[in-house]
């Protein structure tokens, strides 16, 4: 995954659910900065929390409930400097979130199968999602044109 980035920042992170409110805040930060839409850095905020506790919860403990992990957080832009780029890395279970499908949303809540409607929201709110397994390493990109109205 071959990403163009200018203004790179880069947190890392235990992956632990506590830990939340430092990733946000330093992605909030960074948008501050930018100038961007409290609109946008809400829906922005929400993907990423939801990509976060994801990490937290699922990455390390599948592979042992005791085991403790970190989380890595790169922010950049794109060349046009108007693509925020989020990435997350993470050296737990090889998980493609991606290659899950799509829940039936027509369907009530009691209805649907448990499990993908966060995935889903996050495609839904971000221009890109974009998932690579690299080494041991899980890595997902998200992308949000900042221009955009």
Excluded: T, W
Excluded at 28 to 50: F, Q, R, T
């Amino acid at each position: 995954m071959d990403l163009v980035e200018k203004n790179k920042r880069e947190l890392i992170v235990d992956a632990e659910v506590e830990k939340l409110d430092n990733v946000l805040d330093f992605i909030s930060g960074y948008l501050s900065e930018l100038g961007c839409s409290m609109a946008l850095e809400m829906k922005i905020n929400v993907a990423c929390e939801e990509i976060f506790v994801n990490i937290a919860h699922y990455a390390y403990k599948k592979i042992s409930p005791d085991l403790k992990g970190k989380a890595v957080i790169i922010l950049s832009l794109d060349d046009s400097e108007e693509n925020f780029q989020i990435m997350f890395r993470d050296k737990g279970i090889a998980y493609n979130p991606l290659e899950k499908s799509d829940p039936d949303v027509s369907l009530s809540a009691e209805e649907r199968d448990i499990g993908g409607l966060g995935i889903y929201m996050v495609k839904k709110s971000m221009d890109a999602v974009l998932y690579e397994r690299q080494g041991d390493e899980n890595v997902l990109v998200l992308v949000k044109n900042l221009k955009m109205k």
